[in-house]
């Protein structure tokens, strides 16, 4: 293991075990004066992110190809500016404590790389002396020589006591035991408690949060699935993959440039959470009443809020093996293409694209599916895996400003869908004000006339599909609730709603 090699402790944090605790000894002219490009590179997609409110994950592959970086070079620069996103709240709190004004006042760029030189003292095996002087070199080409004076201050102050001794000081001032856990494995205190509360309401011992919480900070494996009748997980499994233990035609990689498989590039195989692939089969899969086999009519399926299209590819190539078709809906035009780019290896019968808001088509298309699924538009806070600026990006207002139309499309989707057929609610998120607290409030107040909602068992749904059962001993429960530290997927959320007819 070579010196930037990250190691992760059972928080999913990377540890310095060992780091040297002396600074620079050489002369500043020996010192480093030109920035290390892996730095760079870091230090540009934390600027992309604070700055343009970029994603990471979109960024990163730009710039690491923009600076040409060899392989090691990309790994150490993903784990620099990785790390220092999803620690950014918690570096904060140790900043704050080595800076005599507060952190809201200094220079963007300076806290960023801030951040970036703390990841390194407190989370990587980086020596000291390396951390402080390829920062303070980085800082004077990006930023300024004056900065650079400042910087070099502050991180020796944070290299003065051990990652173990800054989490000892800033839990001795947490003021809950959700803040503590927030600060011990870079969550939000909301999200912390929305976390625990999810947990509860499903059935699961909330002693879990520790290992839920070191869950997010962990790098998930690539999944894959060969879309069913349609593609072939070989060449991925001569290149390395393991067949997947949960999902049929799924797969687990680490293979980094997928874009080398012909399957990936035609698209008859794709890069798919274990969690998305469950939930469309659960949903395709689960009985519905509405007299299609009986009157030997092929069911119509309806994916509402469709982009961009990995749901709806793997629907669609179910449905095409069982002669049914499928409609996909996404209001966002760039988002509709990608649909209809996923689409591209299903027969041109089989599906079709609308543009329009899912809100509009129970008015416009009342009665007229068998099957609806509707993946709402949600915070994402069950990717937080994939997504490491996100939980500091998110706040409880937008949970509260997604609701009403959360609401909105499960009711309209609940229209469009026929007596005796069902309706998938799924979100990426784990937030009780997104998941039980929308199907709730919206099978509270149904009022088509002649129906009724009854609620079905997701559980037993996603064990219908499952390679190895997923919720033994509750799958009696209604809701379903995948979680990363149990299921190994995104925490994705399914509730599946049949329209009856009222007797
Ligand atoms: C969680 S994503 C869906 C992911 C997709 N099912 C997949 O597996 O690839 C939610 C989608 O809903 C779309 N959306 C936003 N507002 C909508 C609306 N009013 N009606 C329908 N879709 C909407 C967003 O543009 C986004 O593409």
């Known amino acids: 293991m ?8 059972d928080k999913g944090r990377t540890r310095n075990r060992g780091g040297e605790r002396h600074y620079s000894t050489s002369a500043p002219s020996a010192r480093r004066r030109t920035a290390d490009p892996a730095r760079l590179v870091a230090f540009e997609v934390l600027e992309a992110v604070s700055n343009d409110d970029a994603y990471a994950n979109l960024v990163l592959p730009s710039r690491i190809r923009a600076h040409r970086l060899d392989k090691r070079s990309a790994g150490l620069a993903t784990e620099l500016a990785y790390g220092s996103l999803r620690w950014a709240g918690t570096y904060d709190l140790v900043l704050a404590e080595c800076i005599d004004r507060p952190l809201a006042e200094v220079d963007s760029a300076i806290v960023n790389a801030l951040r970036l030189g703390t990841h390194q003292l407190l989370n990587m095996r980086v020596p000291h002396h390396a951390a402080l002087s390829e920062t303070v070199a980085l800082v004077r080409e990006r930023i300024g020589a004056g900065p650079s004076g400042f910087v070099n201050a502050v991180l020796r102050r944070v290299s003065e006591t051990e990652a173990e001794g800054w989490t000892t000081l800033l839990l001795a001032k947490a003021r809950s035991e959700a ?3 927030g600060i011990e494995f870079a969550h939000p205190e909301w999200i912390v408690r929305a976390l625990r509360q ?13 290992e839920l919480l070191a869950a997010d900070n962990a790098a998930p494996a690539v999944n894959l699935v060969a879309l069913p009748g349609l593609g072939s997980l070989d060449e991925a499994l001569a290149e390395g993959a393991a067949p997947g233990e949960l999902v049929a035609d799924s797969a687990t990689t680490n293979h980094g440039d997928l874009g080398r498989l012909a399957s990936v590039r035609e698209g008859t195989v794709r890069v798919q ?3 998305s692939q469950l939930v469309a089969r659960a949903f395709a899969q689960v009985p519905v009443e509405t007299g299609a086999e009986r009157d030997g009519r092929p069911e119509a399926w309806l994916d509402a809020c469709a982009g961009p299209g990995g749901k709806a590819a793997l629907l669609g190539a179910l449905a095409q093996e069982r002669g049914f078709a499928l409609d996909a809906n996404e209001p966002q035009e760039h988002r509709a293409d990608l649909v209809e780019r996923a689409f591209a290896p299903l027969d041109a019968g089989v599906w079709r694209i609308r543009v329009g808001d899912a809100r509009e088509i129970g008015e416009i298309l009342p009665n007229e599916y068998d099957r609806v699924l509707v993946d709402v538009p949600c915070s994402g806070l069950g990717a937080l895996r994939r997504r490491p600026e996100s939980r500091w990006r998110r706040s409880p207002e937008d949970i509260a400003g997604l609701g009403p139309l959360q609401r909105e499309i499960l009711e309209s989707a609940l229209k469009a869908v026929r007596p005796g057929g069902v309706v998938g609610y799924v979100t990426c998120s784990p937030h009780p004000a997104e998941t039980v607290a929308v199907v709730d409030d919206v099978l509270a107040r149904w009022s088509e006339p002649g129906t009724r909602l009854t609620r079905l068992s997701a559980r037993g749904a996603l064990d219908a599909v499952a390679l190895t059962p997923l919720f033994e001993g509750t799958a009696d429960r209604q ?21 009856d007819p009222a007797s």
């Open 179 to 181: 803040q503590a856990l």
């Open 273 to 275: 959470d274990v969690g």
């Open 479 to 499: 809701d379903a609730q995948l979680w990363p530290h149990v299921h190994g997927t995104d925490a994705m959320f399914l509730s599946l709603i049949r329209k």
């Open 198 to 210: 999810s947990l509860v309401i499903h059935g699961s011992d909330e002693a879990q949060l520790p």
């Open 2 to 9: 070579n010196e930037n090699t990250p190691r992760r402790n």
